[in-house]
């Protein structure tokens, strides 16, 4: 099984900061890599698939990186909608997929 | 706009069968270009994918499920289930169903679940 390990699992930000959020997986998977935004009893959303493409509608301000085992995902400019939990995704052992555990990201 | 909406009992007893239905609006379920999955949330931890199915009726589960779950779709009324048996404490979760699609580039086949139900929660309990 391919894992997904994201840091920090938890980090204090204040708004207008900016923020990167590391995952990485246990062996190479390319960019088969997507992320998700989940706000508080709300479903999960689609941010970055293929490890660096923006979901149509999503701000600018999001962007992802990474290739084989190391990913990113930046916020360049915190907005106060931002706070939430992002989690990673990976797809190269599709059908079967897992998710990174989660990094919650709070206002200081 | 396509949505997607989770329906079935908020409560299971221990050893019975979790039965879930997602009913799709704004699209058909028999698109070719995507497919369709069931993805939980236990209260206070992360995401676990299910199991997904796929237009050609092909079903994929969670190795850790795979003996308690079935995915199937109902074409009539553009829905799909999840029936999953002998259920604990440990089912506990939020259900959520979702479309997943996939991202042709070069020669990688990228696939992501891009709308989500609002999602269901579970209880398991006597």
């Known amino acids: 099984d391919i894992q997904m390990t994201q840091s920090p699992s938890s980090l204090s930000a204040s708004v207008g900061d900016r923020v990167t959020i590391t995952c990485r997986a246990s062996?190479?998977?390319?960019?088969?890599l997507n992320w998700y935004q989940q706000k508080p009893g709300k479903a999960p959303k689609l941010l970055i698939y293929?490890?660096?493409s923006l979901q149509s509608g999503v701000p600018s301000r999001f962007s992802g990186s990474g290739s084989g085992t190391d990913f990113t995902l930046t916020i360049s400019s915190l907005q106060p909608e931002d706070f939430a939990t992002y989690y990673c995704?990976?797809?190269?052992?599709?059908?079967?997929?897992?998710f990174g555990q989660g990094t919650r990201l709070e206002i200081k | 706009q396509l949505q997607l909406q989770e329906s079935g009992p908020g409560l299971v007893k221990p050893s019975e069968t979790l039965s879930l239905t997602c009913t799709v609006s704004?699209?058909?379920?028999?698109?070719?270009?995507?497919?369709w999955g069931w993805i939980r949330q236990p209260p206070g931890k992360g995401l676990e994918w299910i199991g997904s199915?796929?237009?050609?009726?092909?079903?994929y589960y969670n190795p850790s499920l795979k003996s308690r779950v079935t995915i199937s779709v109902d074409t009539s009324k553009n829905q799909f289930s999840l029936k999953l048996s002998s259920v604990t404490a440990a089912d506990t979760a939020v259900y959520y169903c979702?479309?997943?699609?996939?991202?042709?580039?070069?020669?990688?086949?990228?696939?992501?679940?891009?709308?989500w139900g609002q999602g269901t929660l579970v209880t398991v309990s006597s």
């Open positions: 979702a479309r997943g699609r996939t991202y042709y580039y070069e020669v990688l086949r990228i696939n992501y679940f891009d709308y």
């Open positions: 199915i796929y237009y050609s009726g092909s079903t």
């Open positions: 062996q190479s998977i390319s960019s088969y």
């Open positions: 995704q990976q797809s190269y052992s599709t059908p079967t997929i897992t």
């Open positions: 293929a490890a660096s």
């Open positions: 704004g699209g058909s379920i028999s698109s070719s270009s995507y497919y």
